[in-house]
């Protein structure tokens, strides 16, 4: 009986190591597979994902893949340079030169006097009338009237005054210049009618002006009377450039108010 034991527990124990062997062959086997190939393919069990997840994945994904937008600059406005302001014509005054200078109501010799000035009286200037041979001023009692330019200094810095158009008045008006047509400044004229007589000087332009009150008419005598040192016919020394001195042609011209067309004169 202990023989027929020791028989069977041999052969128990020969089905254990037949076992063992094919183990170690089956997994001998799975290690030479895995030295021959290097790529594995691992079949996952699918996970179930709800439609909210899904489509927020898919957002994610779109987002991380939109391709970044490039920083462009704004152009920047060119800055226009602001336009310089006008010098304004600011607060200027005039002194009487002489004794005895007239304020009159308006440009002229034939209007009314307001005031009768002593020298060294001071004037604020508001402007001058065309031509510029009157100055619009006012005095320190507030007194507004117009005054020649001859009798008053006019040295002063800044922007010339404004120029002021006389109202309640009748012009004279007319031009001088050369043959060739170049103006004549500084020429004056006398404008008369019997015993009343105003003056006129042309400006750089060539042209005079003469202010008379509205309520005259008639015809006028314009003659030429004089030439004066700042004209341009006239040197430094206040002599006739080349020694050639002229005159204006003609000499007089008469004048129906109220005028309808400048008078021309040449400088000859």
């Known amino acids: ?7 069977r527990d041999q052969g128990v124990r020969m089905k254990g190591m037949e076992i063992q062997k094919v183990r170690v062959a089956f997994a001998l086997l799975v290690i030479a597979s895995l030295g021959c190939s290097s790529q594995i393919t691992v079949f996952d ?3 179930p994902v709800s439609a909210g997840t899904l489509v927020a994945g898919t957002l994610a994904v779109l987002t991380e893949q939109a391709p970044s937008s490039t920083a462009t600059s704004t152009p920047t406005k060119t800055q226009i340079p602001a336009t310089p302001t006008e010098e304004k014509f600011g607060e200027v005054f005039v002194f ?12 002229g010799m034939l209007f009314q006097v307001s005031r009768v000035m002593a020298n060294g009286t001071r004037l604020q200037l508001l402007g001058k009338a065309p031509g510029g041979e009157w100055l619009k001023v006012v005095n320190d009692e507030d007194v507004v009237g117009w005054v020649n330019v001859n009798v008053v200094s006019t040295g002063f810095d800044g922007p010339p005054p404004p120029v002021i158009e006389p109202k309640d008045v009748i012009l004279v008006t007319g031009f001088v210049k050369s043959e060739l047509g170049t103006p004549i400044s500084g020429i004056g004229f ?5 015993q009343r ?3 006129a000087v042309t400006d750089e332009t060539g042209q005079f002006y003469a202010y008379l009150p509205p309520n005259i008419s008639g015809a006028w005598q314009v003659s030429y009377v004089s030439v004066s040192c700042t004209s341009n016919t006239m040197d430094e020394n206040c002599n006739c450039i080349n020694d050639i001195c002229g005159t204006a042609y003609p000499v007089s011209a008469t004048v129906q108010l109220p005028q309808n067309e400048p008078l021309n004169f040449v400088w000859k």
């Open 197 to 199: 007589r105003t003056d």
């Open 190 to 194: 006398s404008i008369m009618q019997g």
């Open 96 to 107: 009487v030169q002489v004794d005895n200078v007239n304020l009159r109501t308006n440009p």
């Open 1 to 7: 009986m202990t023989s027929s034991l020791r028989s």
């Open 45 to 47: 069990t699918p996970v």
